[in-house]
């Protein structure tokens, strides 16, 4: 099993910055896929961001350019930059990760094995 424990999340007005963290413990293992996702109320599940090893990161063309998904080998941390923060963004985010390197189809399906409990992003214009 693989646990993931979100946290960074808030409010913040538009045009702002948040940054998410992730935890991972368990039976990860750095050759996994992570990413993040979101849901907003009544919407679908969105692939906001996914890194692999070795893989250059991919992004929802939503946020391409405002948000920057890294990974903090050291300290099996993953982490979501957002900047230039819209409404549109309010969601729910969620960490996630998979031992599969389907990195387009884990972005465009948000298909992962583990996820965490999310973390509220919530943005006022």
């Known amino acids: 099993q693989v646990q993931l424990v979100e946290s960074g999340g808030g409010s913040v007005q538009a045009g702002g910055s948040l940054r998410l963290s992730c935890a991972a413990s368990?039976?990860?293992?750095?050759?996994?896929?992570l990413g993040w996702f979101r849901q907003a109320p009544g919407k679908e599940r969105e692939g906001v961001a996914v890194i692999c090893l070795d893989e250059i990161p991919i992004y929802a063309d939503s946020v391409k350019g405002r948000f920057t998904i890294s990974l903090e080998n050291a300290k099996n941390t993953l982490a979501l930059q957002m900047n230039s923060l819209k409404p549109e963004d309010t969601a729910k985010y969620y960490c996630?990760?998979?031992?599969?390197?389907?990195?387009?189809?884990?972005?465009?399906?948000?298909?992962?094995?583990?996820r965490g409990q999310g973390t509220q992003v919530t943005v006022s214009s």
């Open positions: 996630a990760a998979d031992p599969s390197s389907a990195i387009s189809y884990l972005l465009q399906s948000t298909a992962f094995t583990y």
């Open positions: 368990g039976d990860w293992h750095r050759r996994y896929c």
